[in-house]
């Protein structure tokens, strides 16, 4: 083990190219029959630029984002990298009420409030926060022109309209959400939550809004141990593994659609379901994951749907396995990104 760290320390960033090169060798990514339907570029929004100065020994995995970035510039020049653009007050209204937004920009959140949270304040945290939120919607957009887009970043969807929580500052899938319909891009999106913990801040947003369908597939003893309740939640035991999970998702999927027909699918994806996870209590592959992916691209493909990506929690024991989640689901992404679709 020391070796290894050695090793990481030493070689830096070409330890990481090579793991993750191995891994779209692999044949859970060469596999997809959908390769060849590629015919431009996805585009995926980055904000890891906006990095939180975080005490020293603090558990979230920050450097995870510039790491994916960096991979996927290495090891996928396809994929369009493009900086997030900053999300205003009045967008971030759409799903957070006034009074929160100005303590979270004016630097006036409490104590208890930065602690719920679980990053201090600071002018970064509320830039990052902007960027992850305008990525997604700069995602959704994008998705919507070509088929499929990415944020690299996002998926915090414990925020609440008036409190953040579990490392979410910011709904950033409610406020996209709700500022394509404004846009009059779409009117009816579905929410895939397919991190390992429930999206319970999406959940509670847009509990009352017939518009937005909720679907989470998340841990049954995993935080939030207060569950909100979704349009359609499934809760998975511990251990749960690949072939249990694939089958609750198609069957939650095919729920979802008899009851709901959306325009535009802002996918979670999680990567803390993998079994390699310090928090996540699944015990998902990599070809399980790689599978999850493709089940929810080829519904959305079956349908002529656009998908928007955000990548959620990831908390790998190993942060190089969390990363080659995430850039697993990019690379299957821009496999599944085509010429535009209609949707409006
Ligand atoms: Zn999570």
Redesign the pocket.
């Known amino acids: 083990m020391c070796q290894v760290s050695a090793l990481r320390r030493i070689r830096g960033f070409s330890f990481h190219r090579r793991t993750f090169a191995k891994i779209l060798s692999s044949r859970c990514v060469l596999d997809s029959p959908l390769l060849s339907f590629t015919s431009r570029p996805v585009r995926a929004f980055y904000s890891d630029r906006f990095v939180l100065p975080l005490p020293d020994g603090h558990r979230f995995p920050m450097q995870k984002y510039r790491m994916l970035r960096d991979a996927v510039a290495d090891v996928l020049p396809s994929v369009s990298l493009e900086e997030a653009p900053h999300t205003s007050d009045g967008v971030l209204a759409l799903a957070h009420h006034p009074h929160y937004i100005h303590r979270v920009t004016s630097g006036a959140l409490s104590d208890a409030e930065q602690k719920a949270i679980g990053f201090p304040w600071s002018p970064e945290m509320v830039e990052r926060s902007r960027r992850s939120a305008g990525a997604t919607i700069a995602a959704c957009r994008a998705a919507i022109m070509a088929g499929t887009a990415v944020n690299l970043a996002g998926?915090t969807?414990?925020a609440q309209s008036d409190r953040g929580e579990?490392f979410c500052v910011f709904n950033d899938a409610a406020i996209a959400a709700r500022l394509m319909q404004a846009e009059r891009r779409v009117s009816r999106v579905a929410v895939v939550d397919l991190?390992?913990?429930q999206g319970n801040g999406t959940a509670s947003i847009l509990a009352t809004d017939d518009s937005v369908f909720t679907l989470s597939l998340?841990g049954e003893n995993?935080?939030p141990f207060d569950k909100a309740v979704s349009d359609l939640d499934v809760a998975l035991p511990d251990g749960t593994d690949d072939d249990s999970y694939l089958a609750q998702l198609a069957s939650a999927l095919s729920q979802m659609f008899e009851r709901f027909s959306p325009q535009l699918i802002i996918y979670l994806a999680?990567?803390?379901p993998h079994e390699g996870d310090r928090?996540?209590r699944l015990k998902l592959s990599m070809a399980g994951l790689a599978a999850r992916d493709r089940m929810v691209f080829d519904a959305a493909r079956t349908r002529g749907l656009p998908v928007a990506v955000a990548m959620?929690?990831?908390?790998g024991r190993v942060i190089d396995d969390t990363v080659a989640v995430h850039l697993q689901t990019v690379s299957i992404a821009s496999s599944y990104c085509s010429a535009g679709l209609e949707t409006a």
């Open positions: 998926g969807h414990h579990g991190d390992v913990h998340h995993n935080y999680g990567a803390d928090l996540g959620a929690g990831g908390y």
